[in-house]
């Protein structure tokens, strides 16, 4: 029982994990990797054709059938062909492939130490990243979101649109809508993939003790591999705001509600904070934690060297010299391991790029305003 349980363990070390066990319950992403072995940039293009054809000729229609030709309009279609249809589906794409590159290099760094005794849970790393899998490859998360997704959609054709005063035929919406279907699914599985990574990262760092390398090369001591999360999730975010400005800008047409819009921007509100905190103030947290630990043994070493230099009683120049040049090299040891120390999980100028980008959202209803003024005197 012992060697078919060592010999078990030993299989899972040696194996790294990898994109496919986190999706093996999601029939999308199985059918273009797995079976139809499409590559990236072809599946992105089919994206912006085949959704996209349908989009353009449902726009097409509309203008045979008015005299009024709206630019507006036609900047809304063309974000949401070329730009959101084919970004969400990359993101969706390689959200796997990130979860599993993050934690098999956060093993291979070295960066994951013993388990916490205080901290209840999996006794090795292997058997977390093993439940990981189990929770991000669940069948019961794909049942949600295509319940979910259908639920919206019949929402959408049998309530909303047949009560909705948008000059749009009714039959061009239905077509719209069923080629928004697969975008639903894909926003949905990506939002919970992220949600789900960036609990379980957190939740590693929580339950065993973190090793931080100070000379690591990506420069945030071993967990720069979190960056490529990190910026899916401002990908997802800035894609939210962007759906948002197109809706505003096809206004007239009244694609999206009033409520819809409110939630689309009540989520961003929601989702910005929470993916920040949870993919930068927590690790940092546990960064500072890490070095603090490291710091502590130089911390007491120095308060007891300072103790004794004031309770002793030789005055004379040899004893005080020695005092201080121990307390003086301490100190100096103690602010080399403190500098040196990484406490963010990202470089300094990676922090300040995603800074910028996640600015960016807040200018563009600025950005929306100034397109329609603009475009309001030429009677366009």
Known sequence: MIDQHKETKDGVEDQPLTARQLYQHDPLLVLLKDRWHLSTVWICVGTILLPGSVFLGWWLGWVRMNSTWIVSDTLSILIQTLILFPVIFLIYLRIPGSIASLFNTLKANGVIGEPRKQVSGSKTYEAFVQQMVRWMDNVGWTLAIVLLVACYAL???????????????????????????????????????????????????????????????????????????????????????????????????????????????????????????????????????????????????????????????????????????????????????????PVWPLETGTLSRIAVTVILPLLLPILTSLITLALHPLGL
Request: hydrophobic share 55%; aromatic share 12%.
């Open 155 to 341: 929402y959408r054709l049998l309530i909303l649109e047949p009560a909705s005063s948008s000059p749009v035929p009714y039959w061009m919406r239905v077509c719209a809508i069923v080629s928004y279907w697969p975008l639903m699914y894909v926003t949905g599985m990506s939002v919970l993939r992220i949600l789900l990574a960036l609990i379980f990262t957190n939740w590693l760092f929580y339950r065993f003790s973190l090793q931080v390398r100070p000379l690591h090369p990506d420069g945030a001591g071993g967990l720069g591999a979190m960056g490529n999360l990190l910026w899916m999730s401002v990908g997802i975010m800035l894609w939210e705001a962007l759906l948002l400005v197109a809706s505003v800008l096809s206004r007239n047409l009244i694609w999206l509600s009033l409520s819809e819009m409110i939630l689309l921007g009540a989520i961003y509100i929601a989702l910005t904070p929470a993916l920040l905190i949870g993919w930068l103030l927590f690790p940092h947290a546990m960064m500072v934690k890490a070095r603090d630990e490291m710091l502590r043994p130089l911390t007491d070493a120095y308060q007891q060297a300072f103790l004794q230099s004031l309770s002793s009683h030789e005055y004379d120049t040899r004893s005080l010299v020695s005092a201080t040049r121990r307390l003086t090299a301490l100190k100096q040891r103690y602010d080399l391991v403190h500098d040196a120390f």
